[in-house]
């Protein structure tokens, strides 16, 4: 499977919500799982969370545990990251992967990446 980043990001002020989706395309007949990375300026690629494909398992990195929800919509093989209580911390690009291996929060483990999307968290 390959995945594409198909909504932008954008600018959003602290305290504020935006939800981003990536949709998977090619071949997704193997059972697969979707994350998100993010990489802020001179950092990094930083896990954030990751979803299997049934979406019965997840795991989020600490930092945006209770306020960020990773979902994915099976028909569509699309990932969605709902992100709330946004801080200028999280500030970065933001990109979707796509393996069928399992839900590593190492970037190198992932197969196949979305184009990415700035997010900007203004305080």
């Known amino acids: 499977a390959e995945s594409s980043c198909r909504v932008w990001g954008g600018l959003v002020q602290a305290g504020g919500s935006l939800r981003l989706s990536c949709a998977a395309s090619?071949?997704?007949?193997?059972?697969?799982?979707m994350a998100w990375f993010r990489q802020a300026p001179g950092k990094e690629h930083e896990f954030v969370a990751a979803v299997s494909q049934s979406g019965r398992s997840s795991y989020y990195t600490d930092s945006v545990k209770g306020r960020f929800t990773i979902s994915i919509d099976n028909a569509e093989n699309t990932v969605y990251l709902q992100m709330t209580s946004l801080k200028p911390e999280d500030t970065a690009v933001y990109y979707c992967?796509?393996?069928?291996?399992?839900?590593?929060?190492?970037?190198?483990?992932?197969?196949?990446w979305g184009r990415g999307t700035l997010v900007t968290v203004s305080s």
């Open positions: 992967a796509a393996d069928v291996s399992g839900m590593s929060t190492l970037a190198r483990a992932w197969d196949y």
């Open positions: 090619g071949r997704t007949d193997s059972s697969y799982y």
